[in-house]
């Protein structure tokens, strides 16, 4: 690969067939995964030569059992544990089987090579696959065999910062507004001896790469954000030792570009044009100025266009309000938006009945205030997640849903709300074999990045074994209800409702807490409506109890005597719905505990 961008020849590169976009992306089922932790393609069951076993329950803390073992595990989890490409490539039928049709991966680009940046947001080399994960043609063959399955290929880009490429002369340079002195460009080894200065030579691990990136002026050399949702600081600091890109300046409709945004934008569409993928999930969107975003999303779409690939798919990382992220998506034209209004933790404690559940679905309702006297329907305009590589919850302390309050019993309810309601949903790596994320309490990130093959750092404090469990229960519900959810185009792109309940057939209304309990253990029921088609579906909080409930559907599209099937999940234990006059109309249904329903009336 050249390390010159002036040596790239795009007209010659897009001389060949590529994939088309999925026509919808709320149609699809995202997965994510972080390369290094993965796959190593050494899992038996898997590959003819594979020897790591699969995990057994009393595999369970086999790495921490005296206190060196502990604390050799913990520190695995902070670097490299051998993911890699070839990994991935293993396992696409394990995903394709399980219901995935785009698999989004953490950055793979070459990262500096003396921190242990593992998760991929160091990058020194914009232009190289780095050699942990592989090589380019590791990186092709993923995406090709990929498509063959019928799954995209999402891939995780840093327009924001590069890795630590310079040293700072202060030791602790904290962002004041002014740019602070650089020592020079480091070296492989982090020494800032060479000079920082444009074009000076550097080796293939020095300084950053392509040569374009050797300028001053590409950085804003401002020192590292402290307060994080002040602005300018948020915008020109450094995002921890990560140094900032400098993007340009100005107003949205008048931004002025810098060469450095200019050069991300010939880097980025080279990965479209040599890979054949799907689309880029953008980084720390959040960090970035309106008029950078717009650019570069502009650019990424269009080049895409010109190759066939008309719904190239653009997810900035955009944390804050719903409203705030919906005005970004408008003003920029990202397609959709991550992290948003904390989805994540509403969705956790609704099915952990922990809150309510009008503070979940009403993050999806329509609103006025982004659309210019219209209204906005989200449903593909929000990536919905359980858990991610940095969700916090429980005070400081970095978990997954599965660690605490009966989450590993409610886990298939929870991806149940994942999957279907509004906005395109997606799977962190895990989620579908209990992973709990813990082993820490110090708020670090690694516990919820385990390995998932037999490296060093396994789930459940483990080493040795492998955890891709094609048997298991919560794989297989997710396979089930992927199905159900492809099977009917009103469970993917339907409007939605959230429905009153009751307990006696008489009084109505939205689940509530009874009896100053301090957990909401009921049925939680919900409409997916497209045309004249009306989809029940329905979870129990209750880990421990059937429960039966009266739930409101729509008056004007079913009848009194209309019968609505159980589809998911197949079992004569749960009768059919028949539709009676009560709050308008209802019918009577129940669910199992921590169980999940869908009901379809029958034609």
């Not at 544990?81 to 698999?103: E, F, H, Q, R, W």
């Not at 804050?320 to 994540?344: C, E, F, H, P, W």
């Not at 339907?494 to 009874?514: A, E, T």
């Not at 749960?574 to 009560?582: I, K, M, S």
Request: with cysteine; proline share 4%.
């Amino acid at each position: 690969m050249s390390q010159s961008l002036g040596t790239i020849n795009l007209k010659q590169l897009t001389q060949r067939r590529y994939t088309p976009s999925p026509s919808a992306w709320e149609d699809q089922v995202l997965y994510f995964l972080l390369a290094d932790r993965f796959s190593d393609n050494s899992e038996a069951g898997f590959d003819p030569a594979g020897t790591i076993p699969m995990y057994i329950s009393s595999d369970n803390g086999n790495a921490i059992r005296t206190p060196a073992d502990a604390l050799a595990w913990r520190s695995a989890g902070q670097g490299w544990t051998g993911g890699n490409l070839k990994g991935v490539v293993s396992k696409l039928p394990y995903l394709a089987d399980m219901g995935i049709t785009a698999l989004w991966i953490s950055p793979v680009f070459k990262q500096v090579s003396f921190q242990p940046t593992y998760h991929g947001y160091g990058i020194q080399d914009f232009l190289e696959v780095d050699s942990h994960f592989g090589s380019l043609a590791d990186l092709q063959e993923l995406v090709d065999k990929a498509h063959a399955l019928g799954v995209s290929v999402i891939l995780d880009i840093v327009v924001n910062h590069s890795g630590d490429v310079f040293s700072y002369v202060a030791d602790d340079p904290v962002w004041t507004g002014q740019r602070y002195p650089v020592k020079g460009f480091n070296d492989l080894s982090g020494l800032p001896d060479i000079a920082f200065s444009a074009g000076v030579e550097a080796g293939p691990d020095d300084a950053v790469w392509p040569v374009e990136f050797r300028d001053p002026a590409v950085f804003t050399q401002e020192g590292e954000i402290v307060n994080w949702d002040a602005s300018p600081e948020f915008l020109d600091g450094d995002f921890f030792s990560l140094k900032d890109i400098h993007l340009g300046r100005g107003p949205v409709d008048g931004w002025v570009a810098s060469p450095a945004l200019m050069y991300l934008i010939e880097v980025y569409k080279y990965w479209i044009a040599v890979l054949d993928i799907d689309g880029y999930r953008i980084d720390t969107v959040k960090h970035m100025e309106d008029g950078a975003v717009r650019l570069f999303a502009s650019a990424m779409h269009e080049f895409a266009q010109l190759i066939g690939k008309d719904r190239f798919l653009l997810i900035g990382e955009i944390t804050g309000s719903r409203d705030d992220a919906m005005r970004k998506l408008q003003v920029t034209g990202i397609d959709a938006a991550l992290g948003i209004a904390d989805v994540q933790g509403a969705l956790s404690d609704m099915v952990k009945g922990k809150t309510a559940p009008e503070t979940y679905f009403s993050l999806f309702r329509n609103s006025i205030l982004i659309g210019k006297g219209s209204h906005t329907w989200l449903r593909n305009k929000v990536v919905v997640m359980l858990d991610d590589h940095d969700k916090i919850i429980q005070g400081n302390n970095k978990s997954r849903f599965c660690a605490f309050d009966q989450g590993d019993v409610l886990i298939v309810a929870a991806l149940a709300v994942n999957l279907m309601t509004l906005g395109i949903p997606c799977i962190y790596y895990g989620s579908e074999q209990r992973f709990d994320g813990s082993g820490g309490g110090d708020g670090s990130d690694e516990y919820i990045r385990e390995d998932m093959f037999g490296g060093p750092f396994g789930a459940f404090r483990s080493r040795g074994v492998h955890f891709f469990d094609v048997t298991g229960e919560v794989y297989n519900a997710v396979a089930a209800i992927a199905a159900v959810r492809r099977k009917y185009v009103t469970l993917r792109r339907g409007r939605q409702y959230l429905r009153d309940i009751s307990g006696d057939g008489i009084n109505f209304g939205p689940p509530s807490y009874m009896g100053g309990s301090n957990r909401l253990m009921s049925i939680i029921a919900w409409s997916r409506i497209m045309d004249e088609e009306e989809i029940v579906l329905a979870i129990n909080t209750d880990v421990t109890r059937e429960l039966i409930a009266w739930v409101t559907v729509d008056n004007g599209l079913n009848g009194v005597g209309d019968v609505f099937a159980c589809i998911y999940p197949s079992s004569p234990l749960l009768p059919e719905g028949v539709v009676e006059g009560r709050n308008g109309k209802a019918m009577l249904i129940r669910v199992p505990p921590a169980g999940f329903v869908v009901y379809k009336k029958q034609d």
